[in-house]
């Protein structure tokens, strides 16, 4: 049934593989900016790291004024780990918009 119905089926043209490729192309740039604002939560763990960061550089203060620089040091340690995450999703980003580019020069 499936063949059938391939063969009734027209085949897409280029330009509109292009555009749908373009298409989805966009919506991941968009989904990484939700993740880096931290509004999506993105398979098993929630990327919501810019709130997340105030929080924690909220708590390190409070660790100094109680003198525990054990935790104040556990808790930097996640504020630098958030902060590459973002810069990981700022790669990632830029290199879904080059994609688009080269698609957009190559048709």
Same mark, same amino acid.
């Given at each position: 049934?499936d063949?059938?119905?391939n ?5 897409? /043209? ?9 298409r989805?192309l966009r ?7 939700r ?5 999506l ?5 929630s ?7 105030k929080?924690v550089?909220k ?7 109680? /003198?525990d ?7 930097a ?5 958030s ?25």
């Amino acid at each position: 049934m499936d063949k059938f119905k391939n063969m009734l089926k027209p085949k897409p /043209n280029p330009q509109q593989l292009l555009r749908d490729w373009q298409r989805k192309l966009r919506q991941e740039c968009r989904n990484i900016e939700r993740q880096i604002r931290g509004k999506l939560l993105h398979f098993l763990f929630s990327l919501n790291v810019q709130r997340e960061e105030k929080s924690v550089q909220k708590a390190i203060r409070d660790a100094a004024k109680r /003198n525990d620089m054990g935790s104040a040091k556990a808790l930097a340690k996640e504020i630098v780990m958030s902060r590459k995450a973002v810069n990981r999703l700022y790669e990632n980003k830029a290199q879904l918009i080059s994609i688009s580019m080269h698609l957009g020069e190559s048709v």
